[in-house]
């Protein structure tokens, strides 16, 4: 069924009139893998970047056409959009009215042939050279960070790997609501909308998935959920630095990232490839967290490095990218997650959730808000 179903799709692509005036998009190559499960259909295109805004109109109607076929209720189509070997890097455009804090410096590069999320002022990603450093549980604090730096805050769930961020906010069985039309009602948790990949696909489905669909996937999930404004969006994205992540940091318009690493050596190498791959596609690195940094006894309060405690901060020493702060390997913040209520919000006056926010605050700076968020942060638009 799936099979037919993806001949059926390619059959239709291979005659829509391409709006660039070239041949078809699937003899052109343009089309990735088709995936189709659960009645859903994902696929990217890959375009020229100059050429995106001309392919809007076909991706909407390619979409309206697929939706149409038995078997579909949804179709998801990301117009992905690849530089050309020797292509210049796209020059930061002359866009004077735009506000300071969010375009200037940095990031305002790379962000010019990706199309951003209305409303959204700025997409950082938490990421991880390998799994289970705590990627997810530094991304769910760090927003909760954020949020109490008064910013209007949303996290997104792209770990298709092992979506965490539900269980993390005691949301696990609720289900996003449609909002009309296309268009998803993100869920809400202290006071920050939240979006999983683990809400809407079953974990088995997503695991298979290839880069190109990921993106797709996830594109799909920021424009399609009625965050409504936010200054911050949080991406806690699939730990690694292979296909899937590399295609994301590329293709998802990203702000910044943060790297979380264990002390270790083993995670450290990961957390350098994961710097690398960041950097390599014009990401800037807002810092790294060592996470799981030391150890404090409870019944003496003293201090055991468990795993040689710093190497995460002699690292950023060594790459030039900002240390945004350890935390300790210390089991409330485990139970408090276990409990879906992170420890900056169970415990806001703890030293936990001031690490965190100090690690926020820092990694804002990084952004180049930091001017705006000294006492009342707000994203002032001149
Ligand atoms: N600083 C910490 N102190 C104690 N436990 C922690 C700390 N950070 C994370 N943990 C625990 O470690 C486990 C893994 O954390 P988490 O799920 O955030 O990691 P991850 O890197 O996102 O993993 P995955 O790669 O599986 O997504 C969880 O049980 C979490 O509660």
New binding site residues.
Partial sequence: MAEELKATIKAILGDMKAPDGGGDVVSRGMVSDIFVADGKAFFSLTVPAKDADKFEPFRKEAERYIEQLDGITKAMVALTAEKQAGEPASKPSPIPAQPKSLTAGRDAAPRATKPGIPNVDKIVAVA?GK????????AVNLALGFRDLGLKVGILDA?I??P?IPRLLDLKDKKPQSAGGRLLKPLEAYGIKVMSIGLLVAEETAMVWRGPMVVSALNQMMREVEWGHLDLLVVDMP?GTGDAQLTMAQQVPLAGAVI?STPQDLSLIDARRGITMFQKVDVPILGIVE??SYFIAPDTGARYDIFGHGGAEAEAAKREVPFLGA?????H??VR??EGVPIVQAEPDGPHAEIYRDMASRALAGLEMGETSSVSPSIVFE
Avoid: A
């Fill in positions: 991880s799994g289970g450093v705590g990627k997810s549980t530094t770990d790997y092992g965490s730990p979380v996470n799981m935390m300790p390997l210390d089991m913040i485990r997650s276990d």
